[in-house]
């Protein structure tokens, strides 16, 4: 767990600014960690563009720094949601966040913000009821996963809290992870999870080929667990600018045309991972 802390921001371990004595964070807490600098090269250019942006972490404490970041050096007003946070409080920040337009970042942990609402009474299943349709912030058109789950699912379900029904814009989704670390053994394990899953949910279709010519079925399989369509990394080596103003755009780029092309880092289909060193 602390090598996965220390793939997001070495502030995890030590916090150097004392608010009870007015210190407050500065830049540092974005030049410390790689995957600061890439959140602090895209997040303002998206919100210029107008986007809503939901960020997750598997971390209150990396939703802390992100909070900080946002708040004190770029002055931008911040919704969250975490397991500490009430049911009450919960209703009134995806309210500001769906409605309000200065409301352009949502912090979410990765499990709160993917899992539904615990009922235990009649009331509880209303207000539960109530809450999980209000909790589709198909106002945001733009997710940033900061550190994936060991559980891929866990990821697609917070991710779909932008994809819900009443959602009428393209989402793209950014997903930071730093090369060379355990977040790399993390996403290979979770690639081969869920290629897994696309066998087991497919194999009904390999009946209709056991009598046929084994060449047949080794072929049927190897196209289906080889079939490159998961997300490609853009690894940027050391020294390199952290994204060319290229590259930038390409990820930014929301055009039809932009989804019907090979983006950066992308397999085709518009998705994209990037992996800083």
Not at 71 to 89: A, F, M, P, T, Y
Not at 249 to 258: F, M, W
Request: proline content about 3%.
């Amino acid at each position: 767990m602390q090598l996965r802390q220390a793939c997001n921001s070495p502030h995890l371990f030590y916090w150097p600014w004392e608010e009870e004595k007015g210190e407050l964070p500065d830049e540092s807490i974005v030049t410390e960690s790689g995957k600061m600098m890439l959140l602090e090269r895209l997040v303002p250019e998206l919100i210029k563009r107008g986007h809503k942006i939901l960020i997750f972490s598997q971390f209150k404490k990396m939703l802390d720094i992100i909070e900080d970041w946002a708040e004190h050096l770029h002055k931008w007003e911040v919704c969250r949601l975490d397991g500490g946070i009430s049911q009450d409080i919960r209703r009134e920040q995806i309210r500001k966040f769906n409605n309000e337009d200065k409301a352009r970042i949502f912090l979410l942990t990765t499990r709160a913000g993917g899992l539904g609402i615990n009922v235990r009474s009649r009331n509880d299943f209303y207000s539960g009821l109530a809450l999980n349709i209000l909790f589709q912030l198909t106002s945001s058109d733009t997710v940033i996963i900061f550190d994936s789950d060991w559980n891929p699912q866990m990821d697609l379900q917070a991710q779909d809290r932008a994809h819900r029904i009443g959602q009428t814009k393209p989402v793209v989704i950014y997903r930071f992870a730093t090369a060379n670390t355990v977040e790399q053994t993390l996403l290979d394990k979770a690639d081969g999870k869920r290629r897994l899953e696309k066998l087991i949910i497919q194999k009904g279709k390999f009946k209709s080929l056991k009598d046929g010519p084994e060449d047949s079925k080794d072929e049927e399989l190897s196209s289906l667990l080889l079939k490159e369509d998961f997300e490609k990394v853009n690894v940027v080596e050391k020294g390199q600018q952290l994204l060319t103003d290229e590259e930038l755009e390409a990820l930014l780029d929301r055009s039809p045309e932009a989804f019907a092309k090979k983006s950066v880092g992308g397999s085709g289909d518009g998705k994209a991972a990037v992996r800083v060193v």
